[in-house]
């Protein structure tokens, strides 16, 4: 599967950003449809996942402000994030997994500053 992320760009802290990730074919099979992130000097984080059926995970840092959601008819997972903060910049990559594979798209640039 190929996964194209876009959406990300410059926000001023407490602004908003938008992710999306559009599969090249059917995700419902995927168990768990996610994004992580990584910041410069840092490893790849967990930003937040979702099951097939809707079942939601979030990373400490993003519960409150940030909603993954999944549409299994348009093979697309977006990740709406709020009150965007500095530390939160960082390249933030579309994932899929079905055991034991994971697949990853090629990330989008998310910056928040002033």
């Known amino acids: 599967v190929q996964l194209q992320a876009s959406g990300g760009g410059l926000v001023q802290p407490g602004g908003s950003l938008r992710l999306s990730c559009a599969a090249s074919?059917?995700?419902?099979?995927?168990?768990?449809m996610g994004w992580y992130r990584q910041a410069p000097g840092t490893q790849r984080e967990l930003v937040a996942v979702?099951?097939?059926?809707?079942?939601?995970n979030y990373a400490d840092s993003a519960k409150g402000r940030f909603t993954i959601s999944r549409d299994n008819a348009k093979n697309t997972v977006d990740l709406q994030m709020n009150s965007l903060k500095p530390e939160d910049t960082a390249v933030y990559y579309c994932?899929?997994?079905?055991?034991?594979?994971?697949?990853w798209g090629q990330g989008t640039q998310v910056t928040v500053s002033s």
């Open positions: 994932s899929a997994e079905r055991r034991p594979y994971t697949y």
């Open positions: 074919r059917s995700i419902f099979n995927f168990n768990v």
């Open positions: 979702i099951s097939t059926y809707g079942s939601t």
